[in-house]
């Protein structure tokens, strides 16, 4: 059973492009979650999705940020217009009920420059 | 709003020493979780906590759970080498909140 993907590892963006972030849940788990790590910090929430639903977004940034989990296919977290306050780790887990144990993908780290 | 809250923030430990990382957090939860963070990697779980009293070991690591007092302790025996980290406590509630994380560094 594979564990949760994410792509791409690292990505680097200039200030102004859009970052995608996938995110592939664990067999079996419809339960997406997504925290951003700032350096030296500990892991934000940001979005917590089911297939085709937000259910909660309060950690999301009211602009430039948006989450989706359709019914086929990976999660993807967009940020628009990086600036380089976006440069963190990008964290997504899942779960197989709702705040259930949650399994950690490896991250993305963004760069923004 | 849930905050938690780990000290210390940074430890330094000579090999086959012991210490114990605090964990405190500010409403009752039903779980907690400890995660061992090595650097740019992600998130190992190392122990879930789901009750009162709860006691987990594996090996040179036992996580202890006191929710009268919101409370929970990594204690860390005869530390070595490989143990050096950050680890991050985590309170379910309506989301996953960590604290700030303890960044070990065991010296020999």
């Known amino acids: 059973n594979a564990g949760v993907m994410q792509n791409p590892r690292h990505l680097v963006r200039r200030r102004g492009q859009e970052a995608r972030l996938r995110c592939s849940p664990m067999?079996?788990?419809?339960?997406v979650y997504w925290y951003r790590q700032l350096p030296e910090e500990g892991l934000k929430f940001m979005v917590y999705?089911?297939?085709?639903?937000?259910?909660?977004e309060s950690g999301m940034p009211k602009e430039r940020f948006s989450a989706e989990f359709p019914k086929e296919g990976p999660s993807i977290l967009r940020i628009q217009q990086v600036v380089r306050g976006d440069s963190a780790a990008y964290f997504c887990?899942?779960?197989?009920?709702?705040?259930?144990?949650?399994?950690f993908g490896p991250g993305t780290r963004l760069t923004v420059t | 709003e849930l905050k938690v809250e780990q000290n210390p923030l940074f430890l330094s430990m000579q090999e086959g020493k012991n210490y114990t990382i605090y964990c405190n957090y500010s409403?009752?939860?039903?779980?907690l979780y400890w995660y061992r963070q090595d650097p740019g990697k992600s998130l190992e779980s190392l122990f879930v906590?789901?009750?009162?009293?709860a006691v987990k070991q594996e090996g040179r690591l036992m996580a202890s759970l006191d929710t009268k007092a919101r409370l929970s302790t990594l204690h860390i025996t005869a530390a070595v080498h490989d143990l050096s980290a950050t680890y991050f406590c985590?309170?379910?509630?309506?989301?996953?909140?960590f604290g700030e994380g303890t960044q070990l560094t065991v010296n020999p």
């Open positions: 887990a899942s779960s197989p009920l709702v705040w259930d144990e949650q399994y």
């Open positions: 067999k079996g788990h419809s339960h």
């Open positions: 999705l089911q297939k085709e639903n937000i259910i909660d």
């Open positions: 409403t009752t939860s039903d779980r």
């Open positions: 906590l789901l009750s009162n009293g």
């Open positions: 985590a309170v379910s509630g309506s989301r996953l909140t």
